[in-house]
């Protein structure tokens, strides 16, 4: 190196040069490929009680973590020097502000962030506050370490670095055909939607509506990736032979006439629900009023609801109101404001000759519930 390069460079990497000068080339890459594998093993590690599958019959999928080390490592190999030292401060930054957010999130709705998640800012960002803003100060420390090995890396690329197609191109070939392997073999067989099959990796991978199961599955690289194509592929329109199953499995659930059939015919319809109460409270001594509505009303006590954003209380709206179940991550709840709900609990009211109601105690602007309601 002549002395004018040399000059330019920084402190450290000066010193690299002295101390190992046949290793100065190459150091910064491979401390990046190290880097990334701590961070995403690391936040692993620090989740191990949320997992929902049996680690050790799927030891493979570890490997997706090496895997994209290699990618991103192999693109940054083949980068020259300053578009390299972009490369990595985008890929470790991103990935430590995501590592920290999840951490964050995981504490505030007990669920991993999803990008979809996105789309209910505007109503989550009304109730924010600080307070809510907690993380586990280890893994906030670990976060940041690595954040910190990420800056060394840049500090020790060499401002000229020559581009190495020769290694960076096949690491980075190496660490593609490994995900895609997985992803072809381990998580690529196809799956039947029944309830016995929810551990199954590749029924979880296809569905991605259990964050905590993919993200233990996974690791932070493969589950971002996974997010992020699940929102792009999000909202197409089914197949024919899709449709097909799906109407013949609605007719096998149809029931023309049974017990219930008339039960209430003629009387008026109080749907009350509650954002959130213990059990304990709903008594006779407690609330009376209530109580005794409860005793002569007739109730579901098998409902299930999806917590997409924890949002269960606006779900529940929907399903009692539509029988349908709102759509999972990636479809914002304003596309119902564009919809005809003619067979909804309010419009078969309303052909009735009835008249129909709603009153909630907050804003109609969140979850657009205004003109959702009016649908």
Not at 206 to 234: C, E, H, K, P, W
Not at 248 to 265: F, K
Not at 337 to 350: E, I, P, Y
Request: net charge negative; hydrophobic share 50%.
């Amino acid at each position: 190196m002549d002395t004018k390069t040399e000059k330019k460079e920084n402190l450290l990497l000066t010193l690299t040069r002295k101390v190992m000068p046949k290793a100065a080339d190459w150091l910064h890459l491979v401390l990046f490929f190290l880097t990334l594998l701590a961070l995403d093993f690391g936040f692993q590690y620090f989740f191990l009680h949320l997992r929902v599958i049996d680690q050790n019959e799927y030891l493979l999928l570890r490997l997706f973590t090496p895997g994209w080390a290699l990618v991103f490592t192999g693109v940054a190999a083949v980068l020259p020097g300053l578009l390299r030292k972009l490369w990595m401060a985008v890929v470790g930054g991103a990935f430590s502000i995501l590592a920290i957010v999840h951490g964050v999130y995981i504490n505030m709705y007990g669920k991993f962030f999803s990008f979809a998640d996105m789309g209910f800012a505007g109503d989550g960002a009304a109730f924010m506050d600080t307070s809510y803003l907690v993380i586990r100060k280890l893994l906030l420390l670990g976060i940041l370490l690595c954040a910190v090995l990420f800056v060394l890396c840049i500090l020790l690329t060499p401002r000229k670095c020559r581009l190495r197609f020769v290694w960076g191109l096949p690491m980075a070939a190496a660490g593609a055909a490994v995900i895609a392997i997985l992803c072809g073999t381990v998580l690529g067989a196809d799956t039947v939607m029944v309830w016995d099959q929810h551990t199954d990796p590749s029924f979880l991978y296809d569905n991605f509506s259990d964050d905590q199961a993919n993200m233990n599955m996974l690791g932070l690289y493969q589950y971002t990736f996974r997010d992020v194509q699940n929102i792009v592929t999000a909202g197409g329109d089914i197949t024919a032979e899709e449709r097909a199953a799906l109407e013949e499995w609605v007719a096998g659930r149809i029931h023309t006439e049974n017990d219930m059939t008339g039960l209430y015919e003629g009387k008026n319809l109080m749907l009350i629900q509650l954002e959130s109460i213990d059990k304990w409270m709903l008594t006779e001594e407690y609330m009376p009023n209530l109580y005794a509505l409860k005793q002569d009303s007739l109730q579901f006590v098998n409902h299930y609801t999806p917590a997409y954003i924890t949002a269960g209380t606006f779900n529940t709206e929907f399903m009692v109101n539509t029988s349908l179940v709102p759509a999972q991550p990636g479809l914002s709840m304003s596309v119902y404001t564009d919809n005809t709900f003619s067979n909804s609990m309010a419009s078969l009211f309303t052909a009735k000759g009835y008249t129909a109601r709603s009153f909630h105690g907050s804003e109609a602007e969140i979850y657009t519930r205004g003109p959702i309601h009016e649908n």
